[in-house]
């Protein structure tokens, strides 16, 4: 499937962003103008299948997913960054892709049954859910017009890829491998998609593994200064 992307800037190095799932293009707002504005990227935004602009489809399987993104992205991108299950596909893709560098922004490497019951219970509430319930849960902490762009994205998201996600996840580990390129983990500090023990197989095979403090899953959203200036040293390369 072709996806629906859209640009951002004009710099000479570019690089593509991949949501996670409920998300769109749109939850790399804030994380894509630092890009731009600080770094000089050309930023191509994607829409996974059965998200945001994108069609939806009769099955959403990792395999799906990840062919989406080589049939869309161009081969030999400066950065690929995928956040939870973009970071899955996206680093599936890489072998394909070849970027210069991958970023995963916690990405959903393992699933354990916990955070795949998670998924089922908020599929079931988050139709319910108010903007202050949204506010409350601590979902998003970055604003009215966040919160607005969230529902928006839930509105646009085919929720029934869930029980496949949240049951494959669990079965179909990301397994420890030396990186086909450089590539970095940014991890969340209590990340619940790649344990302290297999970030340390990875680091032992190669991987750059780094932590954000007080992250949550979704760093990109809630923390994307913080983000970007982690991984400084490797946005500032020309």
């Known amino acids: 499937m072709r996806l629906f992307t859209r640009r951002q800037g004009d710099g000479p190095r570019t690089a593509a962003l991949v949501h996670g799932a409920s998300e769109s293009s749109t939850s790399w707002r804030a994380f894509a103008d630092i890009l731009v504005e600080q770094h000089d990227f050309s930023v191509i935004l994607v829409d996974q299948r059965g998200h945001g602009r994108s069609p939806r489809a009769e099955r959403y399987t990792l395999e799906l997913f990840t062919r989406d993104l080589v049939d869309t992205l161009p081969t030999g991108l400066d950065l690929l960054v995928g956040q939870s299950l973009g970071g899955r596909v996206a680093a599936e893709a890489v072998p394909e892709l070849m970027p210069k560098r991958f970023v995963g922004i916690d990405p959903g490497f393992a699933v354990s049954w916990r955070f795949g019951l998670a998924m089922r219970v908020m599929n079931r509430i988050r139709p319910l859910m108010s903007r202050d319930a949204i506010r409350r849960s601590g979902i998003r902490r970055t604003g009215a017009e966040t919160i607005d ?36 983990l940014v991890l969340a500090e209590r990340s619940v998609v790649v344990s302290a023990e297999r970030a340390r197989e990875f680091a032992r095979l190669g991987w750059d593994v780094r932590t954000l403090a007080d992250a949550p899953h979704d760093m990109h959203i809630q923390m994307p200064a913080q983000l970007a200036a982690l991984l400084d040293d490797i946005l500032a390369r020309g």
């Open 149 to 184: 762009a969230q529902m928006a994205n839930w509105d646009a998201w085919d929720s029934s890829m869930v029980p496949y996600l949240a049951t494959t996840g669990r079965r179909v580990e990301y397994p420890p491998q030396p990186p086909r390129v450089p590539s970095t």
